[in-house]
């Protein structure tokens, strides 16, 4: 990707008794996740926020080769410890990776 620096999430993965990995998703994994959400009637991403993260970073770990292609989504769901939304790096830029739009401040 070069020098461009995509506001779609960078995140870590947790796994357990694997290596973490760092993975930046891109448009492709989004479009995953449509086309899977519809087929399997999944909530909408604001409604169900690990979910979408936690497949948006399956998506980009297989289509980095990070996992095989192989690698079932069952098989992540049940690895998966964490799927935490990193900063592309340590600027403060507002709201860059952020997994989901900000809603109205609670109370």
């Known amino acids: 990707m070069g020098d461009v620096r995509?506001?779609?999430p960078r995140v870590l993965v947790i796994r357990d008794g694997l290596d973490d990995l760092e993975l930046?998703?891109?448009n492709r994994d989004l479009l995953l996740w449509d086309t899977t959400?519809?087929?399997?009637?999944?909530?909408?991403f604001r409604?169900?926020?690990?979910?979408?993260?936690?497949?948006?970073a399956w998506s980009a770990?297989?289509?980095?080769?990070?996992i095989e292609p192989a690698y079932k989504w069952d098989q992540w769901?049940?690895?998966?410890?964490e799927v935490r939304n990193i900063a592309a790096d340590d600027d403060d830029d507002e709201g860059v990776g952020?997994?989901?739009?900000e809603g109205p401040e609670p109370g």
């Open 37 to 44: 959400r519809a087929k399997h009637k999944w909530p909408d």
């Open 24 to 26: 930046q998703t891109t």
């Open 77 to 81: 769901q049940d690895a998966v410890l």
């Open 6 to 8: 995509l506001q779609l």
């Open 61 to 66: 770990a297989r289509r980095t080769g990070a």
């Open 47 to 56: 409604q169900a926020p690990s979910l979408w993260l936690t497949f948006i």
């Open 98 to 101: 952020a997994p989901f739009p």
